[in-house]
């Protein structure tokens, strides 16, 4: 009887893998669909007569089987639903197989208990081995029921009954948790399934992505190399891919550029997420720019992390921003040039002596100022002409600025008319002194005709110097000022002289 109840056990096992199979696209739980329900409570039916078909006659009307854990299981796992179905077949299949007598009504109707009462445990909030092992001994108390109105002999009673709630308690405990091994099996297995449906669709939509965008997509590994390059590699460098495939970037990239991209590609790899622009040797010999966009990407399995980089050629665009930038650079110069003489003008003049003056006050250093005009200019001009007088102004202006060299931090302008101004930073009188003689002589040096002239046949120059350390209660206006009245004892003095505030 033992062998025969331990075969009953092993058949229900090896049953459950069989379902597993047949049902691994549809797990059995409390939230499966009807239909699902229903084909499990078919199948557990099925079983549940299955092992009535090798049951243990214990007399000419009593058989002893573990078919109760048929109906167990499937109310465990699936509720009211499947635990009836199941239920009813094997109370139907009792009466068909052993014929319609008391004999085999009484165990039908005991199976279809089993199942209303396993159904209503299963609505239980508890753990569902706790319920599995209830509905279990549910189950056996039915039977034993069932056996004691139908066994006379005790001795026999009491071999069948330890025999069955033995191998129903341990073989119900082992098929428990195989079945919850199937389920979970398949289950893991329906998510392995879906994963690897997402993953190919993911690869696909990239796939289609990669190929098909305007833009160049590279992986790269740690060390740089590329590990995959989109087709649109040929369209913006002009390389194919395996010419790429395994090479480091930094042997493409412009030796200035090379810096800045390994801190953002370490940045995409610290932080997640970068942005760069370089430039890039093409195929041609020629560099483009690129603008790219970095995302690092961790992979689980060897703890590795690669950079994703979507880049595109920016080139005409990069070309139109060095022009614009270059013509505000020459807008930029323009408004602060003389148009007549080439050199700064009167607001160029007076944004550097604010400059030169705010240094000045912090270092506690001396400014200088020169402010010299054409003597008898008015006349030069009803002599000459205004043509010719222009020709004048720009000689001068040439002369002197090819005087002062571009070391020396002096800035020269046109104040106004024919009045020109020189400041120098950081100069003492001294400094200032010797720089007018310098120009004086200069312009002299010229022999510029002036038959209009009071005092020489020649051009000559009126020149007023002054120098002051800025304080707090000081403006650059007052050092024009002072410099302006020097001009004006210039002009007094008899012109061609330098005047110098002492």
Not at 142 to 154: K, T, W
């Amino acid at each position: 009887m033992l062998k025969d109840f331990v075969s009953n056990a092993t058949l229900l096992i090896a049953s459950f893998s069989i379902m597993g199979v047949l049902f691994k696209d549809k797990p059995l739980h409390f939230f499966s669909p009807l239909s699902t329900k229903l084909y499990w409570g078919l199948t557990f039916g099925v079983l549940g007569n299955i092992l009535m078909s090798f049951s243990i006659q214990v007399s000419p009307t009593i058989i002893a089987d573990l078919r109760h854990l048929a109906i167990v299981i499937a109310a465990a796992f699936g509720g009211y639903i499947p635990a009836l179905i199941a239920a009813f077949l094997i109370a139907i299949g009792r009466l068909i197989l052993f014929g319609f007598s008391q004999a085999s009504l009484l165990p039908s109707i005991g199976a279809l208990l089993i199942g209303i009462l396993c159904g209503g445990i299963s609505k239980i909030s508890i753990h569902r081995t706790l319920k599995a092992f209830i509905m279990n001994l549910i189950g056996l108390f039915i039977i034993s029921i069932i056996f004691i109105m139908r066994i006379d002999d005790f001795q026999i009673l009491k071999n069948v009954l330890t025999l069955h709630y033995l191998i129903s308690l341990l073989g119900g405990l082992i098929a428990y948790h195989f079945f919850v091994f199937v389920v979970d099996s398949n289950e893991a297995q329906s998510q392995l399934k879906q994963s690897l449906i997402k993953i190919k669709e993911t690869e696909e939509r990239f796939r289609l992505i990669a190929e098909y965008s305007s833009d160049m997509i590279t992986m790269h590994n740690e060390k740089t190399e590329y590990i995959y390059i989109s087709p649109a590699v040929e369209e913006i460098i002009h390389f194919e891919y395996p010419e790429l495939l395994g090479k480091r970037m930094e042997y493409f990239i412009h030796s200035d550029d090379i810096e800045h991209t390994h801190e953002m590609f370490a940045k995409a790899l610290r932080d997640g997420v970068a942005e760069c622009t370089y430039r890039y040797l093409s195929k041609t010999g020629e560099y483009v720019w690129i603008e790219s966009t970095l995302k690092s990407v961790h992979f689980e399995e060897d703890g590795s992390k690669r950079v994703i980089i979507v880049s595109r050629n920016i080139t005409e665009r990069k070309l139109t921003e060095q022009k614009l930038q270059e013509a505000n650079e020459l807008l930029n110069r323009l408004s602060y040039m003389d148009g007549l003489t080439g050199i700064s003008n009167r607001r160029y003049f007076d944004e550097i002596l604010e400059k030169e003056w705010s240094e000045s006050l912090l270092s506690h250093s001396p400014i200088s100022l020169i402010m010299f005009d054409i003597d008898y200019f008015k006349k030069y001009n009803d002599t000459y002409g205004h043509l010719t007088g222009d020709f004048c102004l720009q000689s001068i202006a040439q002369a002197i600025k090819d005087l002062i060299p571009d070391s020396s931090g002096y800035t020269f302008c046109r104040y106004g008319g024919e009045e020109f101004a020189l400041i120098l930073p950081a100069a003492k009188t001294v400094e200032g002194i010797n720089t007018a003689h310098m120009i004086q002589k200069t312009v002299k040096s010229l022999k510029i005709p002036h038959i209009s002239s009071e005092i020489s046949e020649y051009v000559t120059l009126s020149i007023g110097l002054a120098t002051m350390v800025p304080s707090s209660s000081s403006k650059p206006q007052d050092l024009i000022k002072e410099a302006d009245t020097e001009l004006y004892l210039s002009k007094i003095k008899g012109r061609n002289t330098i005047s110098i505030k002492q």
